[in-house]
């Protein structure tokens, strides 16, 4: 089918033969007249065959012949701004596009302008807690990674999300994307919508299994491979001889990392990768370097990388754009790479099909999970097919894998909103936002969520009276013949954390002393479950121990008696010694190798524990105002990773914890001292140079050309400081080869 047949306005079907798209791939071929006719439509196709594609276009048309807006939803932060960028390839037929993925207590009535909104899951319930009015005009909902509907931490937010959307504006169109799932005519059903499933792909793919020097491929064809004494490095430098990258996916970070290394020194005799001054400074550490930082450079420039969450967002943003320009011909992963992002290899090699639990030991990794890993082969335009190679050990490994990976289906996906945990946050938020006035509400809006469409809802009467009487007896509802939801309630689900969290910080404010140290707040915020804990190692307890006795007395949140418990009251101890050595200025290196984590680690919980602090700082309004002149500091200090003196420096835009101790130590301490001091010394300094000095003159209201010096009562906002904003990134010019 060719795009000029589609029920199109002339205009969009001319963007795209100017960019060159003229034929429609078959799945899209059959979505998109459906889709393009106002249907709800779920599309359950492999990955790399075409998906996003009917999304984007449904989008243009609903904006361009509808004038209606669009939410896009996507799991990921870096999803969001890949879709971002791809509908922008569209802006001139004269439509805006923003991504929204941050602040979670905002109703941010600057998208009112926008046609297209990108975001999270969690930012589009926000938005909806925050009853955003131009969300009433949103005439289409895509919901991209539907599947991972399964996952127990994102997929009951989408899902509510979801819900929400459809009972209250009935004659919205949703488009779901998903990928190769055995129940999608279930989720097809709860969505109201027609299915389209298949099989096909642009780059056929063929799936083997690895052992004693041959591959089996699931048609049953071997193919013999010349190996050495490493085996995967054979199948990684087979590929990269033969023109091709590669990804490997390993269960561990560690595993990444040194595998990484091992092979560097082999894959530059194969290539050579070039890097900027302005790469290897984000790769080392765009603050601060650090050896982690370090190893990854060196890794990079001989052509390999690792990729996992102990990265920085901004490392791992320029390994996968150096692996898209081809510079990078081997990625070793952990297996959250393949979770949406696309990055396509011509040979995927997955070592681990099982990864370790702490409560079950080393337990299988899903069908859906191996599946997704396997879809990132075949390179649309470079390959004729891609491999996905699974590693076995032996003979009954071998036979294991072909039945239960290769030839199995990937596992249905199934609601994971049952949780009482899960529960109790969105019946809040359904209270708080007046969806629901009585129990009985609940349970009927529970009914229209795909946890009700999936099972009868025995026993969710008294799930719900538990939880509703647990909000109640904390202050959060009354119940006076209506539910609602009282001011504490009401900013608590504003706020968008976890009621338990509230009820912590809540308790935590009253017993707040002028006393209080600045670590016992900061395990209180550490000690909420919006915050994942870090757990105590061997090395660790000496210095943890030190800081129970040290301030034994002066804990928010008690010490447990149960010993089972004690473990989890040192993971979050650890999390706020973390912080404490953050706002102290220990160097990113020292934390590192203190604490056993990643950089990524410390910009993670860095993330959680000043919007935990926000939230505390907002609760102290209702309980104890007082304690505001606490938490307002504290809260800045997190957020830069500085000590009090500071503060005034990461006003400006392009400063940050690094840049301001280098101004302060060098005697310049404040906007003052900025204005008087000679623009020369100040780009003299390390990490500064002309272009900021020139910044810092400007925005204490100095004027080179003129030579005057004004003065302006103004700050800038520190959030938009220069090191604090993610880089942009190149994207793709192909929208055919997307999901």
């Known amino acids: 089918m060719k795009v000029a047949e589609l029920d199109l306005p002339p205009r969009i079907v001319d963007a795209l033969h100017e960019q060159g798209y003229d034929e429609l791939y078959p799945p899209q071929a059959d979505a998109l007249p459906k889709a393009l006719s106002g249907k709800n439509v779920v599309v359950a196709v492999p990955t790399a065959s075409g998906k996003s594609l009917i999304g984007y276009l449904t989008a243009l048309r609903t904006v361009v012949a509808d004038a209606r807006k669009v939410l896009y939803i996507v799991p990921l932060?870096?999803?969001?701004?890949?879709?971002?960028?791809?509908?922008?390839?569209?802006?001139?037929?004269?439509?805006?596009?923003?991504?929204?993925?941050?602040?979670?207590?905002?109703?941010?009535?600057?998208?009112?302008?926008?046609?297209?909104v990108v975001a999270t899951s969690e930012k589009a319930d926000s938005l909806l807690r925050h009853r955003s009015r131009w969300m009433d005009d949103v005439g289409l909902v895509i919901a991209d990674e539907i599947h991972l509907i399964h996952d127990p931490m994102r997929g009951p937010t989408l899902e509510v999300a979801l819900t929400k959307m459809m009972r209250r504006n009935p004659g919205m169109q949703v488009i779901a994307l998903s990928a190769t799932i055995s129940n999608s005519k279930e989720v097809a059903k709860w969505l109201k919508a027609d299915l389209v499933t298949g099989s096909w792909r642009p780059i056929p793919l063929k799936e083997g299994v690895y052992f004693n020097g041959s591959i089996t491929f699931d048609e049953n064809d071997t193919v013999s491979v010349d190996t050495g004494k490493d085996e995967i490095w054979s199948l990684i430098r087979d590929t990269v001889n033969g023109g091709g990258q590669c990804l490997l996916f390993v269960s561990t970070r560690r595993s990444a990392e040194s595998l990484a290394v091992k092979y560097s020194k082999d894959m530059s005799k194969l290539t050579v990768s070039e890097l900027s001054?302005?790469?290897?400074?984000?790769?080392?550490?765009?603050?601060?370097?650090?050896?982690?930082?370090?190893?990854?450079?060196?890794?990079?420039?001989c052509g390999m990388a690792f990729h996992?969450?102990?990265?920085?967002?901004?490392?791992?943003?320029?390994?996968?754009?150096?692996?898209?320009?081809?510079?990078?011909?081997?990625?070793?992963?952990?297996?959250?790479?393949?979770?949406?992002i696309n990055l396509p290899a011509r040979r995927v090699i997955v070592r681990d099909t099982k990864r370790y639990d702490a409560n079950a030991g080393y337990t299988p990794i899903s069908v859906m999970e191996i599946k997704q890993m396997c879809g990132r082969?075949?390179?649309?335009?470079?390959?004729?097919?891609?491999?996905?190679?699974?590693?076995?050990?032996?003979?009954?490994?071998?036979?294991?894998?072909?039945?239960d990976y290769l030839f199995a289906d990937s596992e249905d996906v199934i609601s994971k909103l049952e949780d009482e945990r899960i529960?109790?946050?969105?019946?809040?938020?359904?209270?708080?936002?007046e969806d629901v006035s009585s129990e009985e509400d609940i349970v009927n809006f529970l009914r229209s969520t795909f946890f009700g469409h999936q099972s009868k809802l025995y026993g969710v009467e008294r799930l719900v009276g538990t939880v509703v009487k647990h909000l109640?007896?904390?202050?959060?509802?009354?119940?006076?013949?209506?539910?609602?939801?009282?001011?504490?309630?009401?900013?608590?689900?504003?706020?968008?954390?976890?009621?338990?969290?509230?009820?912590?910080?809540r308790d935590s404010i009253k017993r707040m002393k002028d006393s209080t140290?600045?670590?016992?707040?900061?395990?209180?915020?550490?000690?909420?479950?919006?915050?994942?804990?870090?757990?105590?190692?061997?090395?660790?307890?000496?210095?943890?121990?030190?800081?129970?006795?040290?301030?034994?007395?002066?804990?928010?949140?008690?010490?447990?008696?149960?010993?089972?418990?004690?473990?989890?009251?040192?993971?979050?101890?650890?999390?706020?010694?973390?912080?404490?050595?953050?706002?102290?200025?220990?160097?990113?290196?020292?934390?590192?190798?203190?604490?056993?984590?990643?950089p990524g680690d410390i910009r993670a919980r860095v993330e959680t524990v000043e919007w935990i602090l926000h939230s505390m700082n907002e609760l102290s309004v209702i309980f104890r105002p007082e304690c505001s002149k606490r938490l307002k500091p504290l809260l800045t200090r997190?957020?830069?990773?500085?000590?009090?003196?500071?503060?005034?420096?990461?006003?400006?835009?392009?400063?940050?914890?690094?840049?301001?101790?280098?101004?302060?130590?060098?005697g310049i301490r404040g906007r003052r001292d900025v204005a008087d001091a000679d623009i020369n010394r100040i780009a003299g300094l390390p990490r500064i140079g002309m272009a900021l000095a020139k910044s810092l003159k400007e925005q204490v209201g100095y004027s080179g050309d003129t030579k005057e010096r004004k003065w302006k009562d103004r700050r800038n906002d520190g959030p938009n400081s220069e090191e604090n904003i993610e880089p942009e990134n190149k994207k793709q010019t192909e929208l055919f080869d997307f999901r």
């Open 77 to 116: 932060k870096a999803l969001a701004s890949e879709k971002r960028d791809d509908l922008e390839k569209f802006s001139h037929l004269g439509f805006k596009v923003v991504m929204s993925t941050g602040d979670l207590d905002s109703e941010e009535k600057w998208m009112s302008t926008a046609d297209i």
């Open 277 to 301: 001054d302005d790469d290897v400074m984000i790769l080392e550490g765009e603050n601060e370097s650090t050896s982690l930082g370090k190893k990854l450079a060196a890794c990079v420039k």
């Open 308 to 340: 996992n969450a102990g990265l920085t967002y901004q490392q791992r943003r320029l390994v996968e754009d150096e692996f898209r320009k081809g510079r990078i011909k081997c990625i070793v992963a952990t297996p959250t790479l393949a979770a949406g």
């Open 377 to 403: 082969a075949g390179r649309p335009r470079y390959d004729r097919y891609g491999e996905a190679v699974l590693i076995a050990k032996t003979e009954y490994d071998k036979r294991h894998m072909i039945k």
């Open 423 to 433: 529960l109790r946050t969105h019946i809040l938020g359904l209270v708080a936002t």
């Open 472 to 505: 109640i007896s904390e202050g959060m509802i009354q119940n006076d013949g209506v539910l609602r939801a009282t001011p504490f309630g009401k900013r608590v689900s504003d706020l968008y954390i976890d009621p338990e969290s509230g009820i912590i910080l």
């Open 517 to 598: 140290p600045d670590l016992a707040i900061l395990h209180a915020v550490a000690s909420t479950p919006d915050i994942l804990g870090l757990y105590p190692k061997k090395n660790d307890s000496d210095v943890l121990r030190e800081l129970v006795e040290d301030h034994d007395g002066y804990f928010l949140v008690e010490e447990p008696d149960d010993p089972s418990e004690y473990q989890y009251f040192l993971a979050d101890l650890k999390v706020a010694y973390l912080m404490l050595s953050w706002i102290d200025e220990v160097d990113e290196e020292t934390i590192t190798e203190t604490l056993g984590i990643g």
């Open 638 to 666: 997190v957020r830069y990773g500085i000590k009090a003196e500071l503060t005034d420096l990461v006003a400006f835009r392009g400063v940050g914890r690094s840049r301001a101790r280098t101004l302060y130590d060098a």
